[in-house]
C-alpha cells in the first residue's frame, strides 16, 4: 500500500491544527513551568494580588500604572489562588487566542499547519508561556492591530474602534506597543495609493483615539496634576544602567545600531522566522493583498521600532534588546510565514535568498561558537534545499519541535527550583536566632513569592546587600546560601559577592564549613576569637 499524503488544506486539518496547537500549549505549560525569574515579574504578581485586595496604589513608578500586566493576571490569582504557575494561566489565555484570532483570518487555501506548527516552537515565545509578564499579554494586543485592520472595509467602525483599543489596552500593558504607532498612517497611505480609502474607518480610529486619550491624560492629570505624568515616569525608569548605550562610547552606539540587533536575533533564535517570513513581507508589499500587506506593515513597524527606538525622551539611547520584548513580533512572523510558504517553494530566487540568510546565520553562531544554534539553522538550510521532498512537513516539524521540547528539561535541570525552594526553607527552620542568613539580592527580593506562606523564611533570609552595611560583627554565626543559577541569570552579583567575602574577613569571620547541596551553595562563617596580628 503506497503512503497517502492527507489533505493539509482542508477544513478538518485546520481544527485539527487548531486543537492540537491548544493541547501542545497546555501540556507545555503544565510540564514546562521551571518557575519565576526573580525579576519582573515578582513585581507584576505581587502587585495584582495588592489590587485585588484593594491595597495597590498607582504612583511614580511606572510599573504600577501598567494596570493591563497585572490586573487579569491578579484576577486569576484572586480566583483560583495566588500561586505563580495558576496565575500564568494568564499567559496562555492570551497566547491561545491569538492563535484562534490568526486562524480565523488566514486565506482557506493556506495551510494552518504551519501557523501553528511555527507559533508553538520559538523557544523564547515558549518560555514566557510560564511566566507572568506583560510581554506575552501584549502578544495578544499586538496582533489584534493588524487583524482588526483586515476587516477595515467589510466592518469599518467596528474594526476602528477594536483597532484603538487594542492599542490602548496593549499601552496600558506595555509601552512596547507603541512601536505600531505609525501603522495606521502607513495603512492609510497604502489604501490611498489604491484609491479605496474606508474613511468611516479612519474617522473610528482617529475618534476613539482622541477619547482614550483624553480619559487616559485626564486621569494622571487629577491624580498627579501633570497629564505627561506617565511620560515623565517611564524616563525616569529608564536611566543609565550595563544596559543602556549613550552612556558607553561612540563604538557601542554604532554597534547596537548595526551589527548587534542582527546578532540577538540569530542568538535567541528569531532569525529563522524572521528569514521564513520574508516571502510573506515580500508578498504583502508587492501585491498589497489582505491579510500580507496588514501583517506586512505591521512587522515592519515593530522591527524597525526594535531596531531605533530609544529607551527614553530624555536623551537617545536604543532600547536593550531584551529577548523577551521580542516575543510579540513572533506570531505575526508566523503568520507571514505561512502566507509566504507557496512563494518560496515556487520560486528558486525566494530560496536562494533565504538560504543565504539562514547560512549567514549560522555563520555568526559558528563565530559565538553557538553548535546547537548553528546546527538548528543548517538543519533549515536542508529543509529549504529539499523543498519538493515528500515528507519535508514531517522534517521541517521535527527540527523546529526537538529545541522547543529538549529546552524543558534543561531549563529545570539548570534551575532545580522546587529543590532550591526547599532548601533555602529547610536551612531557615533549621538555623537558630544567633546565626545571620545570607542568599542572593534576587531571592531576597523575590521571597513574597517564593515562599508565600513561609514567614520564618521571609524573616530570616536577607540580601547580600544587607550584610555590606554592616560596620562591626553583629552575630557569631553568618550562613551564606547561595544560589549557583546566578552565575547564568545574574552574572553581576559576583561583584556583590567579592564584596561580602572581603567584608567577613574584614569583620573577623572565618570560614568552618562549605559544602553544596544541589543548587545551593553553602559557607558557614563564625566569629574569630583569635585577634589578628598587623
Known amino acids: 500500500m503506497s503512503y497517502q499524503v492527507p489533505n493539509l488544506y482542508s477544513s478538518q486539518a485546520r481544527i485539527s491544527a487548531f486543537i492540537a496547537g491548544i493541547l501542545f500549549l497546555l501540556t507545555y505549560w503544565y510540564f514546562g513551568y521551571d518557575g519565576i525569574t526573580f525579576s519582573d515579574d515578582v513585581y507584576y504578581l505581587l502587585a495584582g494580588k495588592k489590587f485585588w485586595e ?27 489562588g495566588f500561586d505563580a504557575h495558576r496565575i500564568s494561566l494568564i499567559s496562555l489565555l492570551s497566547y491561545v487566542a491569538t492563535l484562534f484570532l490568526l486562524l480565523k483570518i488566514l486565506p482557506k487555501s493556506l495551510p494552518a499547519w504551519v501557523l501553528v506548527l511555527w507559533l508553538c516552537t520559538q523557544v523564547y515565545f515558549l518560555h514566557f508561556l510560564t511566566k507572568v509578564y506583560p510581554d506575552s499579554l501584549l502578544v495578544l494586543w499586538t496582533c489584534l492591530v493588524p487583524i482588526a485592520s483586515v476587516y477595515r472595509k467589510n466592518k469599518p467602525i467596528l474594526a476602528g474602534i477594536v483597532l484603538v483599543t487594542a492599542l490602548f489596552a496593549g499601552f496600558l500593558t506595555k509601552e512596547t506597543i507603541v512601536l505600531l504607532a505609525p501603522f495606521p498612517v502607513l495603512l492609510f497611505y497604502f489604501d490611498w495609493k489604491k484609491k479605496d480609502v474606508p474613511y468611516s474607518f479612519y474617522l473610528a480610529i482617529l475618534a476613539t483615539g482622541i477619547l482614550l486619550s483624553v480619559a487616559y491624560l485626564s486621569y494622571f492629570w487629577i491624580k498627579f496634576g501633570d497629564p505627561l505624568h506617565r511620560v515623565s515616569s517611564i524616563n525616569a525608569g529608564h536611566y543609565i544602567s550595563e544596559f543602556t548605550y549613550a552612556d558607553k562610547g561612540l563604538w557601542s552606539m554604532v554597534r ?22 520574508l516571502p510573506g513581507i515580500a508578498l504583502g508589499l ?11 506593515l505591521a512587522v515592519l513597524c515593530l522591527l524597525i521600532g526594535f531596531w531605533f527606538m530609544t529607551s527614553t525622551l530624555d536623551f537617545y539611547n536604543p532600547i536593550y534588546l531584551n529577548p523577551r520584548h521580542l516575543i510579540i513580533i513572533i506570531p505575526i512572523l508566523c503568520m507571514l510565514i505561512t502566507l509566504g510558504w507557496k512563494k518560496w517553494q515556487t520560486s528558486l530566487r ?33 529543509a529549504v534545499y529539499a523543498y519538493r521532498f515528500k515528507f519535508q512537513a514531517i522534517i521541517i516539524a521535527a527540527i523546529l519541535l526537538a529545541p522547543a521540547l529538549l529546552a524543558v528539561p534543561y531549563q529545570k535541570n539548570l534551575k532545580q527550583y522546587t ?28 521571597e513574597k513569592i517564593l515562599f508565600s506562606e513561609d514567614t520564618i523564611t521571609q524573616e530570616k533570609l536577607h540580601g547580600l546587600d544587607s550584610f555590606l552595611n554592616w560596620e562591626h560583627a553583629k ?13 547564568h541569570a545574574y552574572p553581576q552579583e559576583q561583584e556583590e559577592i567579592d564584596a561580602v567575602m572581603s567584608k567577613l574577613k574584614e569583620l573577623g569571620y572565618v570560614l568552618s564549613e562549605e559544602k553544596n547541596e544541589g543548587v545551593i551553595w553553602k559557607q558557614i562563617y563564625v566569629k574569630s576569637t583569635i585577634p589578628e596580628i598587623n
Not at 57 to 69: I, K, L, P
Not at 258 to 273: D, K, Q
Open 54 to 80: 484593594g491595597t495597590m496604589e498607582v504612583n511614580d513608578y511606572h510599573f504600577s500604572s501598567r494596570w493591563g500586566a497585572y490586573v487579569p493576571s491578579g484576577m486569576i490569582g484572586y480566583l483560583i
Open 256 to 277: 547596537r545600531l548595526t551589527i548587534l540587533p542582527i546578532i540577538t536575533f540569530v542568538e535567541r533564535s528569531y532569525w529563522a522566522w524572521i528569514v521564513f517570513a
Open 350 to 382: 525566494a530560496r536562494l535568498w533565504m538560504i543565504g540568510f539562514l547560512s549567514l546565520g549560522a555563520a555568526i553562531s559558528l563565530v559565538q561558537q553557538d553548535w546547537k544554534m548553528a546546527g538548528f539553522q543548517l538543519a533549515l538550510v536542508g
Open 475 to 487: 552575630t557569631d554565626t553568618v550562613k551564606l546560601l547561595l544560589y549557583t543559577y546566578y552565575q
Open 419 to 446: 529543590t532550591m525552594i526547599e532548601t533555602l526553607s529547610s536551612e531557615s527552620q533549621s538555623t537558630n536566632n544567633q546565626t545571620y542568613l545570607l542568599t542572593n539580592n534576587f531571592l531576597e527580593f523575590s
Open 286 to 296: 508587492k501585491s498589497r493583498k489582505t491579510p500580507a500587506v496588514e501583517f506586512s
